[in-house]
């Protein structure tokens, strides 16, 4: 048995990708994407033909509606080759626009549904700004499954399960990448490794109040560095993993270096753990409090609204 193998015994594995070509070698449950993955695919020349094509289809329609279309295409792609959901974020640049991004939400909602595809397929990606929560809020009342993306803290985590989001992606990788860059030379890789790890911390308190508090929102640690990080956090309830990685654990034998659960439900249920509400104003506060979610939240939503940009820059070629 190999590593990818004996994840799946802990932890429901998704890809994270737009690049479907890769998934049947894989056989992962679920698979995510992201404007940056979705630039990097229709760059390939397998991919150009299904942007020119959806841009042919649809011009004279606006551009932002052309952008969902091509989105829902590769989301359609995606769900012919793996068994489970679809991750499609709305645009970053409606983040603080909660009625905007019900709208473009529902909107997604419409095209996959004319494509044939059942909405418990699909989750509406959304970034976790207070402004995101209440969309994703309003949109699981509506029977309208969420991902919320860009999750870098504790306050974060606990207000999407207040509004009983469906699913959370709390990045891994670039917490990693924050505190290693604060700490400079003073840095110790091999002492912040594993369970060591604050994004891999992050994730498991978070896990932790979940399970503890019968949140039934799923956690989905996402954004790995590497396959240290994704092992330290087997029995997470999904963890959606770059090609590169699951090539990567596909390629140890569990006989040289094996895998062993590293979170725990039951466990976590009988922790003395105090419970934690927030309303807006004390939200927003204690982000605010949180220097390294503040910086990767908002630097986030200024890097997937750049190659969303470009998406829009090269379709509007494809146009022209």
Not at 262 to 289: I, M
């Amino acid at each position: 048995m190999n590593q990818l193998e004996a994840l799946r015994q802990f932890t429901t594995v998704v890809a994270d990708t737009g690049d479907f070509h890769q998934l049947a070698q894989f056989r992962p449950q679920d698979a995510t994407t992201n404007p940056s993955l979705i630039l990097k695919a229709v760059q390939k020349p397998e991919y150009a033909p299904l942007m020119r094509t959806t841009v042919a289809q649809w011009k004279g329609r606006s551009l932002d509606e052309i952008m969902d279309r091509m989105l829902v295409r590769f989301g359609c792609e995606i769900l012919d080759l793996i068994p489970g959901r679809v991750s499609t974020e709305v645009d970053a640049r409606l983040s603080f626009d909660t009625d905007a991004t019900v709208a473009r939400a529902e909107r997604l909602i419409e095209l996959y549904q004319a494509s044939g595809v059942h909405v418990d397929r699909v989750l509406i990606k959304i970034a976790s700004t207070w402004e995101g929560i209440e969309a994703a809020r309003l949109l699981e009342q509506k029977g309208i499954h969420t991902n919320l993306t860009l999750l870098f803290s504790f306050c974060q985590a606990v207000a999407c399960g207040q509004a009983r989001v469906q699913l959370i992606s709390p990045f891994v990788g670039r917490i990693h990448d924050w505190y290693k860059k604060q700490a400079g030379a003073q840095w110790d890789d091999a002492a912040m490794a594993g369970h060591n790890d604050p994004g891999v911390a992050s994730v498991r308190r978070i896990y932790e109040h979940y399970k503890h508090f019968g949140i039934a929102t799923e956690v989905m640690g996402a954004s790995f560095r590497n396959t240290g990080q994704i092992l330290a956090l087997a029995g997470c309830d999904l963890l959606t993993i770059a090609p590169e990685l699951l090539a990567q654990l596909a390629a140890v034998d569990t006989a040289a270096a094996p895998v062993a659960c590293a979170l725990d439900g039951e466990q976590a249920a009988k922790l003395a753990l105090e419970p934690v509400h927030y309303d807006e104003s004390s939200f927003r506060f204690a982000l605010n409090e949180d220097a390294m979610a503040t910086e990767k939240l908002a630097e986030g939503i200024r890097a997937f609204a750049a190659d969303t940009r470009k998406l829009e820059a090269l379709m509007q070629q494809a146009a022209d």
